[in-house]
Nanobody, 113 residues
Framework: VQLQASGGGLVQAGGSLRLSCAAS????????MGWFRQAPGKEREFVAS????????DYADSVKGRFAASRDNAKNTVYLQMNSLKPEDTAVYYC???????WGQGTLVTVSS
């Protein structure tokens, strides 16, 4: 199983990024997917999740109204649209198949003030 996250980078505060996570080696559509992040010196925290067919999403309070999770099961890919980015959003972002030990390698998002 591979979860390949991409789309991170350096962006100014107020900017946007779109993360992608391409899955292989698993039946993608049977898994709810999640996004987590880990900032330097902090524990990994939940960011967002999306159900198997994208009918429902959930977000951490800190990103509600700014981030949006979506998925394309035909492409085995889950996305995280991040808008109105803040310096405190700086972290390595990971995707995961919920309730499994499948994690991507992470993609770094750096938001400058």
């Amino acid at each position: 199983v591979q979860l390949q996250a991409s789309g991170g980078g350096l962006v100014q505060a107020g900017g946007s990024l779109r993360l992608s996570c391409a899955a292989s080696g698993l039946t993608f559509s049977i898994y709810a997917m999640g996004w987590f992040r880990q900032a330097p010196g902090k524990e990994r925290e939940f960011v967002a999740s999306i159900t198997r067919f994208g009918g429902s999403t959930d977000y951490a309070d800190s990103v509600k109204g700014r981030f949006a999770a979506s998925r394309d099961n035909a492409k085995n890919t889950v996305y995280l649209q991040m808008n109105s980015l803040k310096p405190e959003d700086t972290a390595v972002y990971y995707c995961t198949a919920q309730r499994t030990n499948y994690w991507g390698q992470g993609t770094l998002v750096t938001v400058s003030s």
